[in-house]
């Protein structure tokens, strides 16, 4: 089985601020990893993912994140924190097997403050 | 590129009676998902399409929720009879054809069913 770990309901920053939002997870295999965004009342928009190769990927809207394969984790960051970041963020999980079935983590809420 | 369509997008029923959602993906997209989203929790999925032919239905309550994407395109999930725990936003998904290829999932904005 696969699961996926958002620690933090929470994260709050001041803009200008790094941004940070952690995940972890538990998957069978090599991992296929997201991060989507979702804005009140709206779909989940894809941020961006990590497949294989370069540990850090860059993705939408100036956020990377860090493939840890030691310590499982796929966090999220920002180097610099718009209070338009504010939204609520999700970590996914799938296994490189065929099939593209996503586990997602519970969320995070960002709020960055002016 | 216009998103992934969906409607309605707020719906409230009281428990026992049944309601449809529809969904139409993205032009190309082979691959279609249904999700139930609770207040305060991470989209969980119902039932993945591949075509026209049902690829994960392990979380679909078969009892009381159905799926159909007959012509490959469109879909439309149905709950019958509904219950209060069915209060959530439903979301629908789609890709490319999944295959070797390891694509994001695209969202459209969702239905929020309220059930009393």
């Known amino acids: 089985a696969q699961s996926v770990a958002q620690p933090e309901d929470q994260v709050k920053v001041a803009e200008g601020n790094p941004l940070t939002v952690k995940c972890t997870y538990s998957?069978?295999?090599?991992?296929?990893l997201f991060w989507y965004v979702q804005y009140p009342n709206r779909g989940l928009q894809f941020l961006l993912k990590?497949?294989?190769?370069?540990?850090l990927v860059k993705g939408s809207y100036g956020f990377e994140a860090e493939f840890n394969k030691s310590q499982t984790s796929f966090h999220l960051k920002k180097p610099s924190a718009l209070v338009s970041d504010s939204a609520l963020y999700f970590c996914?999980?799938?296994?490189?097997?065929?099939?593209?079935?996503?586990?997602f983590g519970g969320g995070t809420r960002v709020l960055v403050k002016p | 590129e216009a998103g992934v369509a969906q409607s309605p997008r707020y719906k409230i029923i009281e428990k026992r009676q049944s309601v449809a959602f529809w969904c139409n993906p993205i032009?190309?997209?082979?691959?279609l998902y249904w999700y139930q989203q609770i207040l305060g929790q991470g989209p969980k999925l119902l039932i993945q399409?591949?075509?026209?032919?049902?690829?994960?239905d392990s979380q679909l309550p078969k009892d009381r929720f159905s799926a159909e994407r007959l012509k490959g395109v469109d879909s439309t999930l149905k709950i019958q009879p509904a219950k209060l725990e069915d209060s959530a936003v439903y979301l629908c998904?789609?890709?490319?054809?999944?295959?070797?290829?390891?694509?994001?999932?695209?969202f459209g904005p969702g239905t929020r069913l309220t059930v009393l």
């Open positions: 998904a789609s890709s490319h054809r999944d295959g070797m290829t390891y694509n994001e999932q695209f």
């Open positions: 399409f591949q075509n026209n032919g049902v690829v994960d």
């Open positions: 996914a999980v799938r296994r490189e097997a065929a099939g593209n079935k996503l586990t």
């Open positions: 998957v069978s295999g090599n991992p296929y």
């Open positions: 032009s190309g997209h082979a691959t």
């Open positions: 990590y497949i294989t190769g370069d540990n």
